[in-house]
């Protein structure tokens, strides 16, 4: 198969070019999470992310929080329709694996249904478990042709599941996003500089507060048209550097489709929200280069045709120099 029918066409891409939304003040949170429900299973949640640091204030270990994948913005309250996005969570999946082979920790705040960890290799619909089984003898067993990567994939995912090193913690929605990452934060501020934020998923900008949510599917409109009016979701990136977690260290993604904006965008979210480091990516080409962006520097990083011929991934090259820029935020601080 030579084509992809998730490959962007940029020249209808929406103009980003106004102003950007300023960052939320306490009394936004304090409305926001008043008027908006917390998922019925949030304290079960906050109680396993409890023990998990427990686990790793023991260990010494350090331990980063990577969000991963989209998130829904439901329409309805029984919802059938939901406003939705791309990302299928590889950045953060493979950022995950990466920072285990580091010796983190790792609480993965991901969409449920999205990539995972390990399991990423063989689980996705263009990477079907199926096709790396052959039946011999009346018996499934691994194709010879694979089981070497396989036994080093199998070997790693052991060791974080024995070392108790990795969380999996999912969300679907963009409400259940934000109050699980409020909860997350609050508790890992407990790491102090220990606790990094690595925030990888593509959060919705906009939704419908629960407030004007319909009960029941929406039913055809006389107007021949359904006109939907979204609110603006609070920046909470404010918060979690000023409030949730201010010790900790933050990266933060921004994507863009438009070069010419990114490293300004980017550079407006530092000044904006205070926090260390922003990664930069285009969608078209995420997968072969970032930029790290600081308010004094821009550093790409590529992947060479070597390399990418080679099917290196790029977290590869992205994770070690983060943990850099944490080894010497811990030091400083
Ligand atoms: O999940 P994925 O690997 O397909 O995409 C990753 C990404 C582009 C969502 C991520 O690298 C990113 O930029 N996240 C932040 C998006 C934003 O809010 O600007």
């Not at 953060?92 to 705040?109: D, K, P, R």
């Not at 996705?124 to 396989?150: A, R, W």
């Not at 995912?157 to 409400?175: D, G």
């Not at 926090?275 to 072969?288: A, D, E, F, M, S």
């Amino acid at each position: 198969m030579n084509y992809h029918t998730s490959k962007p066409e940029t020249e209808s891409a929406i103009d980003r070019s106004i102003p950007d939304f300023p960052g939320a003040e306490p009394i936004d949170e304090k409305n926001y999470f008043s008027a908006n429900k917390p998922p019925p299973y949030l304290s079960e949640i906050e109680d396993q992310i409890k023990d998990f640091i427990e686990v790793h204030v023991k260990s010494g270990k350090r331990v980063v929080l990577v969000t991963s994948g989209g998130t829904t913005v439901p329409l309805e309250n029984n919802t059938v329709r939901f406003i939705d996005n791309f990302s299928a969570g590889t950045r953060g999946a493979t950022s995950a694996e990466y920072f285990l082979e580091n010796g983190y920790a790792v609480i993965f705040l991901h969409r449920e249904f999205s990539l995972l960890p390990y399991s990423r290799h063989y689980s996705h619909t263009t990477n079907c478990f199926l096709d790396y089984m052959i039946e011999e003898n009346g018996k499934v067993e691994i194709n010879p042709q694979f089981s070497d990567k396989m036994l080093t994939v199998l070997r790693k995912y052991n060791n974080a599941k024995n070392s108790k090193s990795l969380l999996l913690i999912p969300f679907t929605t963009v409400n259940q996003y934000l109050f699980t990452l409020r909860s997350c934060s609050t508790l890992l501020e407990k790491l102090s500089t220990k606790a990094l934020f690595y925030l990888a998923a593509a959060v919705s900008d906009f939704f419908l507060p629960m407030s004007r949510l319909p009960q029941h599917k929406i039913q055809s409109q006389a107007t021949g048209k359904l006109v939907v009016d979204l609110e603006q979701v609070p920046k909470f990136l404010s918060r979690l550097v000023d409030d949730w977690a201010p010790r900790a260290m933050i990266v933060s993604f921004k994507l863009e489709t438009d070069d010419n904006i990114l490293i300004s965008k980017a550079k407006g979210a530092l000044e904006k929200y205070q926090h260390q480091l922003v990664i930069g990516n285009l969608l078209q080409t995420r997968k072969r280069e970032v930029v790290f962006v600081t308010l004094d520097n821009e550093d790409w990083i590529r992947l060479s045709d070597d390399q990418a011929e080679k099917a290196m991934e790029i977290e590869e090259l992205i994770i070690p120099k983060v943990i850099e820029q944490h080894d010497s935020w811990i030091n400083r601080n």
